[in-house]
Nanobody, 115 residues
């Protein structure tokens, strides 16, 4: 089992920045993928960004160039730096951890972009 604890959401004005953090604990396998997904009311959960234990990174087209994913392997923590935020980025952001065919989710953190 893997437990994920997220932090860093909140309310920010358009054009502002936020940084999300996700700390993983438990039985973490050396080979894994961590990432961020988001879900807005009435919409399906969508991929935002992922990073593998080997360092491969991917981004959704909608956040490319504005969001940056990174990790601290020693702390089993992944970060999502979100810049130039737009109202359409408003959503609940979920951390994910995938290993050995299993997917684990955090509890979600609300990000609201509004003036």
């Amino acid at each position: 089992q893997v437990q994920l604890v997220e932090s860093g959401g909140g309310l920010v004005q358009p054009g502002g920045s936020l940084r999300l953090s996700c700390a993983a604990s438990g039985s973490i396998f050396r080979v894994h993928t961590m990432g961020w997904y988001r879900q807005s009311p009435g919409k399906e959960r969508e991929l935002v960004s992922t990073i593998t234990s080997g360092g491969w990174i991917s981004y959704a087209d909608s956040v490319q160039g504005r969001f940056t994913i990174s990790r601290d392997s020693a702390k089993n923590t992944v970060y999502l730096q979100m810049n130039s935020l737009k109202p359409e980025d408003t959503a609940v952001y979920y951390c994910s951890h995938r290993q050995l065919g299993s997917n684990y989710w955090g509890q979600g953190t609300q990000v609201t972009v509004s003036s």
